[in-house]
């Protein structure tokens, strides 16, 4: 079986050295459509280096995603990368992201689930430097085809939408050429990029990377719900609920309860075809 539970479970978390500086955070927010209008003070804070506050999300590319790609490669997973498709996404913030950092990315396959269609592996990373830790990230990834096995089916609870109207709904715009910028911090799959690629995969058209939602939702809350301070940001969920193209626009809705957002995101064009669901981002 490609993927033995136990064994990837018991494997031993792998290390490595990950750095970033100022250009990397301004290249991520950059892909995530920050720069509009390019003189709005609120936008200067994402893409000057004067000025600039790190959204929490750029957990997710900080050494290139070298979390998501080292549990991939643990003993005891050996899968066909063409059946792995990102399930969920959590962070956890310790405290704010530096602007320039060197840090200690730690990685091991937290648990595996038997979704009798599919496996779940849990991929998670522990990211600490010299003053202790920064952030823990859990990557939901599904595996199909690799299910039936015998091991518990993990958590699987919903989110219920509340049963009133949103507090704040915003849309952002998705660029054209956002997922070619996007990939320049770290994620090349031809997915995002080459139509005759997609075209194998069933889109029509490369599709954005799930991820880049991610973050460009997390912006539209933390602009909009907490007066644009990304330090308030302690904890983001998500579940990947669709795919968005570039060239459609992100509905995002936000529903405030005491130091939390719930978040639905849908892609306008598409009848509001969901793309996130079970979002929360809990803050101070």
Not at 161 to 168: E, G, H, I, M, S
Not at 203 to 215: A, E, T, V
Request: some cysteine; overall charge negative; aromatic content about 6%.
């Amino acid at each position: 079986m490609p993927i033995d539970a136990a064994k990837a479970v018991a494997a031993e978390p792998r290390s490595a050295e990950i750095s970033w500086d100022h250009k990397d955070i301004q290249l991520y927010h950059l892909g995530l459509g920050a720069g509009v209008p390019a003189t709005d003070p609120g936008e200067l804070r994402y893409t000057l280096e004067s000025a600039l506050h790190v959204l929490p999300s750029f957990a997710t590319v900080a050494g290139a995603g070298t979390g998501v790609v080292g549990g991939l490669n643990s003993p005891g997973v050996d899968v066909n990368l063409a059946h792995v498709l990102h399930g969920g996404q959590t962070i956890e913030t310790h405290r704010p992201i530096p602007v320039k950092g060197t840090a200690t990315t730690t990685s091991r396959v937290a648990a595996v689930y038997d979704k009798t269609k599919a496996a779940v592996l849990v991929l998670r990373s522990e990211v600490s430097d010299t003053d202790g830790p920064l952030w823990t990230a859990d990557s939901q990834i599904f595996v199909r085809g690799e299910g039936g096995f015998g091991g518990e089916r993990g958590p699987s609870e919903r989110l219920e939408v509340p049963d009133r109207a949103p507090d704040r709904t915003v849309d952002r715009p998705i660029r054209e050429e956002q997922a070619l910028l996007y990939r320049l911090s770290g994620d090349w799959n031809p997915l995002h990029a080459d139509p005759e690629f997609a075209k194998l995969a069933g889109f029509d058209k490369p599709i954005l990377h799930g991820l880049c939602s991610y973050g460009m939702t997390l912006k539209a809350v933390v602009d909009t719900a907490l007066d644009g301070d990304v330090s308030r940001v302690t904890r983001y969920s998500t579940r990947f609920a669709g795919v968005v193209f570039p060239g459609e626009t992100l509905r995002v809705r936000m529903w405030q309860q005491p130091n939390r957002v719930q978040v639905t995101v849908t892609a306008v064009e598409r009848g509001e075809a969901p793309v996130l669901a079970d979002t929360l981002i809990d803050h101070t």
